[in-house]
């Protein structure tokens, strides 16, 4: 008698135990996770929504792309004018192909483009694709690139940044993935972000790519996961990404980190070539 009441005691004190768990799993905030394991339980579809693959012969698709047009460093002290010539920005043999050259241009030295799908492809969590070859030469810095529509949480870096892509010149074939917010910048050196070799980074396509979540963001180059930045729950200082962003490309010149050592001017033109763009909506 003793025995059995001892193994219905053990047995209701595990019932109550498995209780009190399942209620606080389930009065936990959506998105709000310390790892982000919760991300296993998301799909994408298997269709993009948005893509270009870029067809056709000459400027980048209107419909799909407008320029940021100008220089005065851009925040970073960078060495280009941004412009929206074809000499800069084309689209041939199914490649865009953005080309940083040394040619004065509206008192910079170089020229480029920077490409915005700005009010033009706008996006709220999914899958982010793309198929680049990056440019050589030191002074370089290729980006590809997501900044928020609206600003909802105040100027950079309140509203944040995803930086699906950055590679800087004198440091041939690290790429890095890195995501900016109010908390975690490098101003602050809080910064969130990994980096990984890519061998050929410039001389083959590799395709580099993040996740975006409600739980996390978590970036990848070639299919393989080299960064994860989960949603820590604790308000938009440390995650701003429950806004709408949208895609930037481009190649600056020089700056605070692109120009770190120097830039190799004999390098230029230089290109950065971009096989398809491709967004995979989040599927719940």
Same mark, same amino acid.
């Given at each position: 008698m003793i025995k059995s009441l001892s193994v219905v005691c053990i047995a209701l004190v595990y019932a109550v135990c498995l209780s009190c768990s399942s209620a606080k799993e389930?009065?936990? @905030?959506?998105? $709000?996770?310390?790892?982000?394991?919760?991300?296993?339980?998301w799909r994408f579809a298997s269709t993009p929504v948005?893509?270009?693959e870029? &067809?056709? &012969?000459g400027k980048p698709d209107?419909?799909?792309?407008s320029y940021d047009i100008g220089g005065g460093g851009w925040g970073n002290h960078e060495l280009e004018y941004y412009t929206d010539s074809q000499q800069n920005a084309s689209v041939s043999d199914g490649?865009?192909?953005?080309? $940083?050259?040394?040619? @004065?241009? +509206?008192?910079? +030295?170089?020229?480029s483009a920077r490409l915005a799908t700005k009010n033009k492809g706008d996006f709220l969590y999914g899958r982010f694709e793309a198929k680049a070859k990056l440019p050589v030469g030191k002074g370089t810095w290729p980006a590809i690139w997501m900044l928020p529509t609206d600003w909802a949480y105040g100027s950079w870096p309140k509203s944040g940044e995803i930086d699906?892509? +950055?590679?800087?010149?004198?440091?041939?074939?690290? =790429?890095? =993935?890195? =995501?900016?917010?109010e908390a975690y910048n490098h101003r602050l050196g809080t910064q969130k972000g990994k980096d990984k070799v890519v061998e050929?980074?410039?001389? &083959?396509?590799?395709v580099y790519r993040i996740d975006w979540t409600p739980d996390a963001i978590k970036g990848y180059i070639d299919d393989e996961q080299m960064f994860d930045y989960p949603n820590e729950g604790t308000g938009p200082a440390v995650w701003p990404f429950d806004k709408k962003f949208h895609w930037l490309l481009n190649v600056a010149v020089g700056g605070d980190w692109g120009g770190? &050592?120097?830039v190799d001017s004999e390098a230029f033109p230089t290109a950065m070539q971009v096989d398809y763009v491709r967004v995979y909506p989040l599927v719940e």
């Amino acid at each position: 008698m003793i025995k059995s009441l001892s193994v219905v005691c053990i047995a209701l004190v595990y019932a109550v135990c498995l209780s009190c768990s399942s209620a606080k799993e389930a009065d936990a @905030p959506r998105g $709000a996770t310390s790892d982000s394991s919760a991300v296993k339980s998301w799909r994408f579809a298997s269709t993009p929504v948005w893509a270009d693959e870029f &067809e056709g &012969e000459g400027k980048p698709d209107p419909d799909k792309w407008s320029y940021d047009i100008g220089g005065g460093g851009w925040g970073n002290h960078e060495l280009e004018y941004y412009t929206d010539s074809q000499q800069n920005a084309s689209v041939s043999d199914g490649l865009l192909t953005i080309t $940083a050259r040394h040619q @004065p241009t +509206e008192g910079m +030295e170089y020229s480029s483009a920077r490409l915005a799908t700005k009010n033009k492809g706008d996006f709220l969590y999914g899958r982010f694709e793309a198929k680049a070859k990056l440019p050589v030469g030191k002074g370089t810095w290729p980006a590809i690139w997501m900044l928020p529509t609206d600003w909802a949480y105040g100027s950079w870096p309140k509203s944040g940044e995803i930086d699906i892509m +950055e590679h800087v010149g004198y440091d041939q074939d690290r =790429v890095h =993935v890195t =995501v900016h917010t109010e908390a975690y910048n490098h101003r602050l050196g809080t910064q969130k972000g990994k980096d990984k070799v890519v061998e050929h980074a410039s001389t &083959e396509f590799h395709v580099y790519r993040i996740d975006w979540t409600p739980d996390a963001i978590k970036g990848y180059i070639d299919d393989e996961q080299m960064f994860d930045y989960p949603n820590e729950g604790t308000g938009p200082a440390v995650w701003p990404f429950d806004k709408k962003f949208h895609w930037l490309l481009n190649v600056a010149v020089g700056g605070d980190w692109g120009g770190t &050592e120097g830039v190799d001017s004999e390098a230029f033109p230089t290109a950065m070539q971009v096989d398809y763009v491709r967004v995979y909506p989040l599927v719940e």
